[in-house]
Nanobody
Framework: QVQLVESGGGLVQPGGSLRLSCAAS????????MSWYRQAPGEQRELVAT???????DYADSVKGRFTISRDNTKNTVYLQMNSLKPEDTAVYYC???????????????WGQGTQVTVSS
């Protein structure tokens, strides 16, 4: 069984920083694309940043220059460094990944449980 476990959310003042982590655990054979999404109250879930297995990255326009996605493939972990946070960044942040498990080596898409980020003074 495969799980994505997130950590690092919390309350931060505008202009502050937070670092989110998401680790894939269980019977993981390989991890392909890893991404962060977010969903604010009353809004649709949106893609924030994505990282492929070769190190390529992409960002939503709203976070370019402020957020950085990175990964440690030896730990099957993806990070989201969030700087210069704004109140509009307040949302539940979800980790998403395409993972092949030892059971059959087929890629499947997984979601983490979500972690709350609140930017407020």
């Amino acid at each position: 069984q495969v799980q994505l476990v997130e950590s690092g959310g919390g309350l931060v003042q505008p202009g502050g920083s937070l670092r989110l982590s998401c680790a894939a655990s269980g019977t993981v054979f390989s991890v392909n694309v890893m991404s962060w999404y977010r969903q604010a109250p009353g809004e649709q879930r949106e893609l924030v940043a994505t990282s492929d297995s070769d190190g390529g990255t992409d960002y939503a326009d709203s976070v370019k220059g402020r957020f950085t996605i990175s990964r440690d493939n030896t730990k099957n972990t993806v990070y989201l460094q969030m700087n210069s946070l704004k109140p509009e960044d307040t949302a539940v942040y979800y980790c998403n990944a395409d993972i092949a498990a030892y059971i059959d080596y087929r890629l499947r898409n997984y979601w983490g449980q979500g972690t709350q980020v609140t930017v407020s003074s």
